[in-house]
T-cell receptor, first 115, second 115 residues
């Protein structure tokens, strides 16, 4: 069975500082990996995804993530955080194929940004 | 971009009543929609996969008689929580797979409170 672990429940950074959110997954084959962001009381917005190819993936809002198969990781990074980035971030893994929409989500990481 | 709309965004009901939540893909067709449930301060858990014109496929542990799913058209899936109880209170989120691109889009979510 596939699983996703986000080790950090809550991270606080200062505006302008760099950010890295950790994500580790467990999956038997090549995973489809996603990062989503959720503002309070809202749905999910896709930041980026990895299916294959270049292991460094660029997303929206200046985010990027790197797929490292050897470490089973897909960490999310941003070089300079803005106050509007405060939200909850979810890493997810999917099987692809006909099960592409059946995602397993991590527990989420809440990001707080100090001015 | 593609939009998925859920209605209602918030609903409060009495215990024992049934509540219907709609998930619509506004500007694209979706053969498959997915229903997730998010408990407070928890991650999202896949409940079921909804396929247009056929019966939904439920995840293990999800009561199909409790959570009725109907996907009558390529743009609409509904989730009906029957005989709701306080423990059914949750945030329900749907996602829709774009018929042509396969990309997933999430709705804004529907918060159900059962008194």
């Amino acid at each position: 069975a596939q699983s996703v672990t986000q080790p950090d429940i809550h991270i606080t950074v200062s505006e302008g500082a760099s950010l890295e959110l950790r994500c580790n997954y467990s999956y038997g084959a090549t995973p489809y990996l996603f990062w989503y962001v959720q503002s309070p009381g809202q749905g999910l917005q896709l930041l980026l995804k990895y299916f294959s190819g270049d292991t460094l993936v660029q997303g929206i809002k200046g985010f990027e993530a790197e797929f490292k198969r050897s470490q089973s990781s897909f960490n999310l990074r941003k070089p300079s955080v803005h106050w509007s980035d405060a939200a909850e971030y979810f890493c997810a893994v999917g099987a692809g194929g006909t099960s592409y929409g059946k995602l397993t989500f991590g527990q989420g990481t809440i990001l707080t940004v100090h001015p | 971009g593609a939009v998925v709309s859920q209605h209602p965004s918030r609903v409060i009901c009495k215990s024992g009543t049934s509540v219907k939540i709609e998930c619509r893909s506004l500007d694209f067709q979706a053969t498959t929609m997915f229903w997730y449930r998010q408990f407070p301060k928890k991650s999202l858990m896949l409940m079921a996969t909804s396929n247009e014109g056929s019966k939904a496929t439920y995840e293990q542990g999800v009561e199909k008689d409790k959570f009725l799913i109907n996907h009558a058209s390529l743009t609409l899936s509904t989730l009906t929580v029957t005989s709701a109880h306080p423990e059914d209170s949750s945030f329900y989120i749907c996602s829709a797979g774009h018929l042509n691109t396969g990309e997933l889009f999430f709705g804004e979510g529907s918060r159900l409170t059962v008194l």
